[in-house]
C-alpha cells in the first residue's frame, strides 16, 4: 500500500501535521508522504481536480479552506454535513468525498479530563468553523453547550443546529460549568488580539476543565490564568493528535489502533 498524502492551506509552512502523519504512516511500514502544499484562494478548485486526478489519495484542509471545500466535494460524510465544514478529504474512484474530524478529535481528548464531570455544561467562546464541530461534538455527546461569541447573529445560527445549544453572553455562560473551550484565535501565536481581561475565569466552578484549541503557544495566557487559578486545562495539542488519527483511517478507510497511534504521536511531540 502507497499513500500519497498532503495538507492544503495558506498559510501552511508552519503545520505540524506532516510531523504527526509521517510518523503515523512509518510506524504502520505504509510507504508513502505526507506533505504541504500551500493553495491560495482562488486555486482551490483547480486542486480539487488534481486530486480527482490522481495526484494525492487524500489531504487535510486548513484555513482559509474548510467552508470552500465542502462546497466543492463531491459527496460529505455526516459530520461534515452538519458542522458545514471540511477538513479531511479522502480521493475515491476519482471523487472527492468530505469529512471533518475536528469534533471527534475534542472529544477524545476531554475524555480523560472529564470523566467525573457531574453535570455537563459547556461554555465554548467563538462560532467559527472550530466552534461548530465541538459544540455539536459535545451536544451530540449530551452536554448542554453554551455559544459566547463576539458576533451574536453567529453565536444564535450555531444555537439552531441543536436543541442542547444555546447563545448567551459570556457572563451567564460560565457558572456550573464543567467546561470552558476557547475556540476563538485570541491568544494564539501571530494573531495580535488576545483576552484583554481574564477576570471571568473566576466564576467557572473550581472543578472545572478550560482548554484552549490553539497549541502554539503551549501555554496561552487564558491557560497560565486557569492553572494559576487552580483550573485543570488543557491545550489544542491533545485535540490535534486525536484529529489525526482519525484522518489517517478515513484516508486510509480502514480503522486504526487509536491508542497506539497517539503514542506514536507523543513521541513526536515531546
Ligand atoms: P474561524 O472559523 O475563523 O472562527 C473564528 C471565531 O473566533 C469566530 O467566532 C470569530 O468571531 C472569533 N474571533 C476571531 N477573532 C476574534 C477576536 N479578536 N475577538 C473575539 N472573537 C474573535 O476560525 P476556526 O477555524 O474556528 O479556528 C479557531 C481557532 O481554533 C484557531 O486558533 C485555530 O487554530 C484553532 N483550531 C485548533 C484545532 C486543533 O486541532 N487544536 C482545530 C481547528 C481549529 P466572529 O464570528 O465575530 O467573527
Redesign the pocket.
Known amino acids: 500500500m502507497s499513500a500519497r498524502l498532503c495538507l492544503i492551506g495558506d498559510p501552511v509552512t508552519h503545520s505540524l501535521s506532516p510531523q504527526l502523519h509521517n510518523a503515523m504512516l512509518r510506524a504502520l511500514e505504509i510507504e508513502g508522504a505526507y506533505e504541504v502544499c500551500r493553495v491560495r484562494e482562488g486555486e482551490l478548485a483547480v486542486f480539487f481536480d488534481a486530486a480527482r486526478a490522481g495526484a494525492y489519495c487524500g489531504f487535510n484542509v486548513t484555513?482559509p479552506h474548510?467552508k470552500a471545500a465542502f462546497d466543492l466535494a463531491d459527496a460529505l460524510t455526516d459530520a461534515a454535513r452538519r458542522v458545514g465544514a471540511v477538513n479531511t478529504v479522502r480521493i475515491e474512484k476519482g471523487r472527492t468525498i468530505g469529512h471533518n474530524t475536528?469534533g471527534a478529535?475534542f472529544l477524545h481528548a476531554i475524555k480523560p479530563h472529564t470523566v467525573n464531570a457531574k453535570d455537563k455544561i459547556a461554555a465554548v467562546l467563538?462560532?467559527?468553523?472550530?466552534?461548530r464541530s465541538v459544540a455539536l461534538a459535545l451536544a451530540d455527546a449530551g452536554w448542554q453547550v453554551r455559544v459566547v461569541?463576539?458576533?451574536p447573529s453567529?453565536a444564535q445560527a450555531l444555537a439552531e443546529l441543536a436543541p442542547n445549544i444555546c447563545a448567551v453572553e459570556l457572563a451567564e455562560a460560565l457558572c456550573d460549568c464543567a467546561l470552558f473551550v476557547n475556540?476563538?484565535?485570541?491568544g494564539?501565536e501571530g494573531e495580535k488580539?488576545d483576552f484583554e481581561d481574564l477576570a471571568f475565569l473566576r466564576a467557572l466552578p473550581k472543578s472545572a476543565l478550560v482548554c484552549d484549541?490553539?497549541?502554539r503557544p503551549a501555554e496561552t495566557a487564558l491557560l497560565r490564568a486557569a492553572r494559576e487559578q487552580g483550573l485543570d486545562t488543557m491545550n489544542?495539542f491533545p485535540?490535534?493528535c486525536h484529529?489525526a488519527v482519525d484522518a489517517l483511517a478515513f484516508f486510509l478507510g480502514k480503522p486504526l489502533d487509536h491508542d497506539r497511534m497517539m503514542a506514536v504521536l507523543k513521541d513526536v511531540i515531546t
Open positions: 484555513m474548510k475536528d478529535g467563538g462560532a467559527g468553523g472550530a466552534a461569541n463576539r458576533t453567529h475556540a476563538t484565535p485570541l494564539m488580539a484549541l490553539v497549541y489544542g485535540m490535534l484529529q
